[in-house]
């Protein structure tokens, strides 16, 4: 079962920042935040992943808090192309099982 | 090449026909990963492997469902027998080393009939 809790839906308008919530207060010590994200009819793109400290990169940035019980994924700046299913998950980087264990995730939908 | 590869992109199939699906992997990554996705539902983890050998099974559903990876690159997943119920869409991912960021392909899109 998926260790992560999501919204099911949001909305988000053009050229706003989007940003999506993941609670996972199961969390271990080991176990890093990945987030992956889905446009219709593809395959699950990565975007970014972190253990405790704040992680930036050129898609998005990712907020973990202080007991890393949950997270928030940043898109700066929303474009149409951001619409997506967004998923959370947790997993041990390494030592652990290799899979990713997907929920249903949150549907962003950026509205022009 | 630069991305995963997967053949035949939609296989439409008789119930109770073997099908075989293809993957090809992102060269010189060791990890590969099947996963199967239902409408409406999160990618369902299948099997893994690392190099030649299958490191986690258990995902496969049932003994109808077998997948190898003779050479460590390109992947093969086979199902017998199929029914009504494996139709979905089977995804491949590969990563070049253990907690690296996986790359999917595009998935076969199987429809049972």
């Known amino acids: 079962d998926a260790k992560t809790t999501q919204p099911p839906s949001m909305d988000c308008a053009e050229g706003r920042a989007a940003n999506l919530p993941c609670n996972h207060s199961?969390?271990?010590?080991?176990?890093?935040v990945y987030w992956y994200r889905q446009i219709h009819s593809q395959g699950p793109q990565y975007i970014i992943h972190g253990l405790k400290n704040n992680e930036t990169n050129e898609m998005a940035s990712l907020i973990i808090t202080e007991d890393r019980k949950s997270s928030t994924l940043i898109l700066p700046h929303a474009t149409l192309r951001d619409t997506a299913v967004y998923y959370c998950i947790v997993r041990p980087a390494q030592g652990g099982s290799e899979k990713l264990v997907f929920g249903k995730g949150t549907k962003l939908t950026v509205n022009p | 090449g630069a991305g995963v590869s997967q053949t035949p992109s939609n296989k439409v199939t008789e119930k109770g026909k073997y099908v075989e699906l293809r993957c090809d992997p992102i060269s010189g990554h060791t990890a590969l990963y099947w996963y199967r996705q239902s409408l409406g539902q999160g990618p369902e983890f299948l099997i893994y492997f690392q190099g030649t050998g299958a490191a986690d099974d258990s995902g496969l559903p049932n003994d109808r469902f077998f997948a190898v990876r003779p050479e460590g690159s390109v992947s093969t997943l086979k199902i017998q027998r199929t029914e009504r119920g494996d139709s979905a869409v089977y995804l491949c991912a590969s990563s070049s080393t253990p907690g690296a960021g996986y790359t999917f392909g595009s998935g076969t899109r199987l429809t049972v009939v």
């Open positions: 199961t969390i271990s010590g080991n176990e890093y």
